[in-house]
């Protein structure tokens, strides 16, 4: 069987990622264009995503996590019917730590329920609170300028194409860091802004449409996909 189905790993929504530009219906409307079947919203959750220039919520966990919710399930209600919405995080612990994490298999309750403190983490403790919740953990554009690369010993995988044209994300390199340390290689389009510049590029191919985390996740850690690297 041909694989036909794609599925979007890296993208991020106005209305969580200070730097997003694109609303999640909007999103909505341009992956179904593209014909992508699944989308995995991955907005910021960092520090910055809680500064009092972006949000004004009260500062308890359960807020901001019902603030960080928000884009997915506003996703998720405009692509009913037309797209399998995922939620996903790009996780940095602080403005400076030059290390990106893309989480892979969260849900609404273990975003509410296990995360709470999560930016005095390092990357072992988020390692672990990933796993225990059994999801994955990847990180995002390892070798792009300002990154920290992450001991693989922590990892599940690695993004090794990143779409985004703003940056030189050194996609060879990180192919090549992948493959030596036999960590799972993700793509994604690390979408922020709808222009003539910027688009849909990344993600993977499957056999199968995926449908729910538990089949992202098989589908990953069995390397049952092939890479969208346009």
Known sequence: MSKT???ELHCHSSAVSTCGRITPERLAELYVAAGYTTVVLTDHFSPVTF???????????RSMAEYFLS???????AAAGQLHVLLGA????DQ???TDYLVYGLTEETLLEGFDGVFSDNAATLSDRVHAVGALL??????????KVTSPAVLDGVEVFNGNPSHDSRNEIATFYADFYHLLPSSGSDLHRENAACGINGGILTEEPVKTNEELLSVLRERRYTLIRN
């Open 138 to 147: 990847f990180q995002a554009h390892p070798f792009r300028d300002g990154m």
């Open 51 to 61: 500064s009092p220039e972006h949000y004004g919520g009260a500062r308890d966990w």
């Open 71 to 77: 884009g997915y399930r506003r996703l998720a209600a």
């Open 5 to 7: 189905y794609k599925t």
């Open 96 to 98: 400076h730590s030059g």
């Open 90 to 93: 790009e996780v940095r612990f």
